[in-house]
C-alpha cells in the first residue's frame, strides 16, 4: 500500500525563523512528489520533484528530492505570518491517472 | 478564470439524505478527482476518473457514487448520508497526461464542508 508520511504535524515559530518539512514515502513505481499549501480552503500548487538532487526554488520556499532514501524536504527562509498554512506533500504512483496519495499534512504556525 | 468549481460550499443533512456534490472545470483537463479531508489524516482519494467516460474507485469509495457526466463535469453522490461522512470535499482536476519537464499538477476546488447529523 502506498504511504505518505509528513514530520513533523505541527510546528509553531517566531516571525524570521527557518523551517524544514520532512516528507517521506513508500509508494511502488513513484513518478513524482508535490507540494502543496493549504490554508483557509483549496491546496495551491507549490512545487512538483521528479528528480533526485535538484532544488526547486521560489522565492523564500525551496524543495529538494532524494528519491534513494525516498523522502523530500521543504524549507521556508525568513517565515512571515502569510507562511501560517497546512503543507501537504503528495506522490504521484506511476499509474494511467495522476492519482495522488498525500500525508497528514504539517501545520504551520508563524507567530509575529 | 474560474479554475474548479464546486457547489455547494456548506451542507447540513440528516442520516440517511441523499445529496450530489457538483464540480466543474474550465481547464480543458483530462483527469478529475474526488478527495475528502478529515483532520489529522490529509486527502483521501473517494473516485477519480482519469478521462471522460471512466471513472474507478479510490482509496475510500464506500458509500459514494460518482458520474462524469462530460470533460466538464463530475459529480459525487451520496445515496444514504451516514455521520462518518462529515468532512470537507475536495474536487481536483489534472492534465491527466503525464509529460516529462512539464508540471502536471492537480488544481483544486474550494472545497464542500457537508455535516451529516
Request: hydrophobic letters at 35%; glycine letters at 8%; charged letters at 20%.
Amino acid at each position: 500500500e502506498d504511504k505518505v508520511v509528513q514530520s513533523p504535524l505541527s510546528l509553531v515559530v517566531h516571525e524570521g525563523d527557518t523551517v524544514t518539512l520532512n516528507c517521506s514515502y513508500e509508494v511502488t513505481n513513484f513518478r513524482s512528489l508535490l507540494w502543496y499549501k493549504q490554508e483557509k480552503k483549496a491546496p495551491t500548487f507549490l512545487f512538483m520533484l521528479t528528480s533526485s538532487g535538484i532544488e526547486k526554488k521560489s522565492g523564500r520556499l525551496s524543495s529538494i528530492l532524494d528519491k534513494k532514501e525516498l523522502f523530500s524536504i521543504l524549507n521556508i527562509t525568513a517565515t512571515q505570518t502569510g507562511d501560517s498554512a497546512i503543507y501537504l506533500c503528495a506522490v504521484e504512483p506511476l499509474q494511467g491517472a495522476q492519482k495522488l496519495v498525500f500525508g497528514q499534512g504539517t501545520r504551520l504556525t508563524i507567530n509575529p | 478564470n474560474a479554475g474548479v468549481t464546486q457547489t455547494p460550499k456548506f451542507q447540513v443533512l440528516k442520516t440517511g439524505q441523499s445529496m450530489t456534490l457538483q464540480c466543474a472545470q474550465d481547464m480543458n483537463h483530462n483527469s478529475m478527482y474526488w478527495y475528502r479531508q478529515d483532520p489529522g489524516m490529509g486527502l483521501r482519494l473517494i473516485y477519480y476518473s482519469a478521462s471522460e467516460g471512466t471513472t474507478d474507485k479510490g482509496e475510500v469509495p464506500n458509500g459514494y457514487n460518482v458520474s462524469r457526466l462530460n470533460k466538464r463535469e463530475f459529480s459525487l453522490r451520496l445515496e444514504s448520508a451516514a455521520p462518518s461522512q462529515t468532512s470537507v470535499y475536495f474536487c481536483a482536476s489534472s492534465v491527466g497526461v503525464w509529460s516529462r519537464g512539464m508540471n502536471t499538477e492537480a488544481f483544486f476546488g474550494q472545497g464542500t464542508r457537508l455535516t451529516v447529523v
